[in-house]
């Protein structure tokens, strides 16, 4: 019994000690010094060193990726909807009629297509370039500071990679002028054509993999109502957003953690298979599969795609309604 006591005493005493430490008498800008110092020291433990390989094989599969996609598609052309973000590979685009439009025009109508590009095929994702990793925030009149590069090669910076001038300032925008894939395309063969896919889609799957696990040890965030990306420990102030309609002209940004399909876009596309028709119609639309459309670009090479894209394929699928059977 006097041992519990003992107990009882002890404990409250304990706690009447951490009441008096957290009362309002505790001078709380003596302690703003001190946490401004451990978030100083912090970047003493970046970059990590075992992960340096890894931001370096990124940015090598990147760079492999951009050169075969620009490759591919100067052989298999790439429609793009004149109205909206659909893209299609192949010849004639689809007669699906999941056209979004304009905002004033009419829902679900059929697509205008036009000549694709590389950026319709690799979305560019770009972030403010930061002097370090733990700097101060950046705020909004501070955004024409900093220079815009693509958020995988400043996740991979970040990560202790070294990337050259060619690696910042090469975005799928600009690319055709810089890359340009590899000359003399009409005169690859079917079987050159296949080797070229082949890496591309490795350099895909090495680059997603490898993003995925640079994200799970660096921070990384986007905006939760938009596609704004910060690498970084906390996202920056920029008004950029413009989701709420009361804003006076941009909003700011609502962080959450970031994924690798925020980094490197999948971009989904139809995906036609052989016992689809010529052109895919809008009847069968719940019939036919979806790829992302670095995959979709290189089956069309001949290249045989991972078994983990094959329920979104439907490889085994119906290509009709049954009803339109004869």
Not at 133 to 145: A, G, S
Not at 188 to 217: C, F, H, M, Y
Request: hydrophobic share 40%.
């Amino acid at each position: 019994m006097a041992l519990r006591r003992k107990l009882w005493v002890d404990f409250w005493g304990e706690l009447s000690k951490g009441q008096r430490f957290y009362s309002s008498k505790f001078d709380l800008k003596k302690l703003r010094p001190m946490i401004m110092k451990r978030i100083e020291n912090r970047a003493k433990d970046y970059p990590i060193r075992d992960m340096v390989p890894v931001a370096r094989e990124v940015l090598k599969a990147r760079a492999l990726l951009i050169r075969g996609v620009s490759t591919l598609i100067k052989v298999f052309p790439v429609q793009a909807c004149k109205f909206c973000p659909e893209v299609f590979i192949g010849e004639k685009g689809h007669l699906i009629q999941t056209c979004r439009g304009f905002r004033r025009r009419a829902k679900n109508r059929v697509h205008e297509w036009i000549s694709g590009r590389l950026d319709d095929i690799l979305v560019p994702v770009e972030a403010f370039h930061l002097r370090n990793m733990f700097q101060p925030v950046i705020q909004h009149n501070q955004r024409f500071d900093f220079e815009r590069v693509p958020a995988v090669v400043e996740l991979c910076w970040q990560a202790g990679a070294d990337p050259t001038d060619e690696d910042l300032h090469l975005n799928t925008r600009n690319s055709d002028g810089i890359v340009g894939g590899v000359h003399g395309v009409e005169s690859l063969s079917p079987e050159d054509l296949t080797v070229i896919a082949n890496g591309t889609l490795k350099a895909w799957e090495t680059l997603r993999s490898g993003v995925q696990r640079l994200s799970l040890v660096y921070p990384v965030k986007v905006c939760e109502h938009c596609s704004e990306v910060h690498v970084g420990p906390s996202g920056h102030k920029a008004r950029l957003c413009g989701v709420f309609k009361y804003e006076s002209w941009r909003g700011t940004h609502f962080w959450k953690k970031a994924g690798v399909d925020d980094l490197v876009p999948p971009k989904i596309v139809w995906h036609r298979r052989p016992q689809d028709p010529p052109v895919l119609l809008d009847e069968g639309r719940g019939y036919y599969g979806h790829a992302p459309a670095v995959v979709d670009l290189c089956t069309k090479a001949g290249v045989v795609p991972p078994t983990k894209y094959f329920t979104m394929i439907k490889v085994l699928g119906r290509s009709e309604p049954v009803g339109s059977e004869h």
